[in-house]
Each structure stands twice: as structure tokens, then as C-alpha cells.
């Protein structure tokens, strides 16, 4: 079975204080590992997808990487706009018809003035 | 632009009611998705679809059914509502896995379903 774990549950950082958000998954043959942002009493919207250990993305202030066992979202710099819940889901090989997810609970980012 | 629509924002039933919510995508992809958000549960898999007519259960279908009669709605039904399917219910929907490249799931604004 897919497992995603992230850490922490919660994070409250400075302005301009850079930071990491992580991402632990064990999946039977990884499809891809998804990056979405949540803002409160709203759907998820897509970030960024990672396919292979070593691929790095970028937007902004964020750069989302993979390694074979976890993936890393860097905020640098960040502004307090950048507050929401970021979520962590991978596909994995062995899910069945169409591309099922498994998601993890989320980091709940607070950035302050 | 992506777009998914989900017909209510907010939704307020009594216990034991029958319950429809819409989801309607416009980017013309296979696959749909309904699942729940819970807090400390993360997003959960209801029930899929990757085709018209075609549905499969996801991680927890108990108290649920779904309907995609064209391939642009995907509706999920509760057929007699209780208290704990008290929850944010979130519609997505994909291309196909392998076809045109990354199988990105797009989430509609999502319904927040209270059962009294």
C-alpha cells in the first residue's frame, strides 16, 4: 500500500526566513510525486510533478525536489501570501484503473510579517 | 484555463436525506475523481471514473454512489445522508495515465457538506 508522510504538520516562519517542507513516500513503483497548494475552504491547486530521483522544479519562490525515498518542497524568501497548506500525494505503479493518489495530511505553513 | 465547477459551495442536509453533488469539468479529460478531505486524514479516494458509464470504488465507497452519464459531470450521491459523512468533498479530474504526458489531477473549489 502507497504511504505518504509530511513534515511538519505546522510551520510558522518570518518573512524572508527560507525553510523546507518534506515529503516521505514508499510507493511500489513511482508514476510521479504531485505538489499542490491549499488555501482555507479551497480546492487544492497543482504545483508542481516529479518523476525521477534527482529531477528538480521550480516557480517562484518554490523549487521541489525528488530523491528516491522523499521529496523536498524550499520556500525561499517567502512573503506572507505564500500561507496555505501544502500537500504531498504520489501515483504509484500498481493503483488500477485510471491514476489514483494517495495523499498525504499536509504542512500548514504560516508566514508572518 | 483548467476549469472544474462544483455546483454548491456550502450545503446543509438532515440526516437521512438523499444528496447529489455535481462536478462538471470542461477540459475534456477521462478521468474524475470525488474524494473527502478530513482534518489529520488528508484527501481520500471516494469513487473514479475514467470513462462515461464506468465507475470504480476508491478507498472508502461505503454510503456513496456516483453517476457519469457524459463525460463532462461526474455526480456523487449519498443516499441517505448521516452525520458522519459530515466532510469537504473535492472533485478532480485527469487525463488518462501515458496520454499526453504527466496525469495532473485538477480539483474543483470543493463542497462543504454539513449533515445535521
Known amino acids: 500500500e502507497d504511504q505518504v508522510t509530511q513534515s511538519p504538520e505546522a510551520l510558522r516562519l518570518q518573512e524572508g526566513e527560507s525553510s523546507s517542507l518534506n515529503c516521505s513516500y514508499t510507493?511500489?513503483?513511482?508514476?510521479?510525486l504531485f505538489w499542490y497548494r491549499q488555501d482555507p475552504g479551497k480546492g487544492p491547486e497543482f504545483l508542481f510533478t516529479?518523476?525521477?530521483a534527482g529531477e528538480e522544479k521550480e516557480k517562484e519562490r518554490l523549487k521541489a525536489t525528488l530523491t528516491k525515498k522523499e521529496s523536498f518542497l524550499h520556500i525561499t524568501a517567502p512573503k506572507p501570501e505564500d500561507s496555505a497548506t501544502y500537500l504531498c500525494?504520489?501515483?504509484?505503479?500498481?493503483?488500477?484503473?485510471?491514476?489514483?493518489?494517495?495523499f498525504g495530511t499536509g504542512t500548514q505553513l504560516k508566514v508572518e510579517l | 484555463d483548467v476549469k472544474v465547477t462544483q455546483s454548491s459551495r456550502y450545503l446543509v442536509k438532515r440526516t437521512g436525506e438523499k444528496v447529489f453533488l455535481e462536478c462538471v469539468q470542461d477540459?475534456?479529460?477521462?478521468?474524475m475523481f470525488w474524494y473527502r478531505q478530513d482534518p489529520g486524514l488528508g484527501l481520500r479516494l471516494i469513487y473514479f471514473?475514467?470513462?462515461?458509464?464506468?465507475?470504480e470504488k476508491g478507498d472508502i465507497p461505503e454510503g456513496y454512489s456516483v453517476s457519469r452519464e457524459k463525460k463532462e459531470r461526474f455526480s456523487l450521491i449519498l443516499e441517505s445522508a448521516s452525520t458522519n459523512q459530515t466532510s469537504m468533498y473535492l472533485c478532480?479530474?485527469?487525463?488518462?495515465?501515458?496520454?499526453?504526458?504527466?496525469?495532473?489531477?485538477?480539483f474543483g473549489p470543493g463542497t462543504r457538506l454539513t449533515v445535521l
Open positions: 478532480a479530474s485527469s487525463t488518462p495515465t501515458g496520454k499526453r504526458g504527466p496525469p495532473t489531477q485538477f
Open positions: 510507493v511500489s513503483g513511482l508514476r510521479g
Open positions: 516529479l518523476y525521477s
Open positions: 500525494a504520489v501515483q504509484g505503479g500498481l493503483t488500477g484503473g485510471g491514476n489514483k493518489l494517495t
Open positions: 477540459m475534456d479529460h477521462e478521468n
Open positions: 471514473s475514467y470513462d462515461v458509464k464506468m465507475k
